[in-house]
């Protein structure tokens, strides 16, 4: 079993009351699963900024239909995404897109040390595939932050849950604790359909080998 201790007192804590509620009886299979996984809805219309970066960089995506794939949560795994966070958030800084290139949105790898939030997922999940992570399990998130404005994530598929790397925050997060409102995120089988977020159906998980 993973130690969730280590990532953070709020992760700790929501972790802790859903294990104190499940214990209870007083929670049902189905609204646990909706706690671990963000709920999924249709088809949605991909960012402007992933589109173009495809049109820049169409080897990155044109790729098959794959199986959905999670990975299992392990002590390596943990540390292995809390590594990758700490690395980018470390080392890139940050830097809006209007400043950077004089554009509004411009979705790419922040090769000269500066980006914005979309600069910063698309590093974390670069380094997670080199390291052997499924493309299927790295899922580039839309979000409302806390302040209402538009944000990007990265979300992580495990058999524990969803988790999310995030360039505002230090810690690895579950996806209900980062008190986010989720938008859309790219679908699972193909990194160029993207799907809405937020409606009353659970994803289901699919464990990796």
Avoid at 189 to 196: A, G, L, M, T
Avoid at 197 to 203: K, N, Q, V, Y
């Amino acid at each position: 079993m993973v130690a969730y201790q280590s990532m953070g007192v709020r992760a700790a804590a929501v972790l802790a009351a859903f294990a104190a509620i499940a214990c209870t009886g007083n929670i049902s299979a189905y609204a646990q699963k909706k706690l671990l996984y963000v709920a999924v809805g249709e088809t949605s219309r991909p960012p402007i900024g992933w589109v173009q970066f495809c049109e820049a960089r169409p080897w990155e995506c044109k790729v098959e239909r794959m199986e959905p794939r999670d990975v299992q949560f392990t002590a390596q795994a943990r540390r292995e995404l809390e590594r990758v966070n700490r690395f980018v958030n470390e080392r890139i800084k940050p830097l809006t897109d209007l400043e950077h290139y004089g554009v509004i949105e411009k979705w790419t790898y922040p090769e000269d040390g500066y980006g914005d939030c979309e600069d910063y997922v698309l590093l974390k999940r670069r380094m997670l595939m080199q390291l052997g992570w499924p493309r299927s399990a790295l899922l580039i998130t839309v979000v409302r932050d806390r302040k209402g404005e538009g944000h990007s994530v990265l979300t992580v598929r495990t058999d524990k849950g969803e988790f999310i790397l995030d360039n505002q925050v230090e810690e690895v997060l579950p996806w209900a604790s980062t008190g986010y409102r989720y938008i859309k995120r790219q679908a699972q089988h193909d990194p160029n359909i993207w799907v809405s977020l937020g409606d009353d159906r659970p994803t289901p998980f699919v464990a990796a080998r």
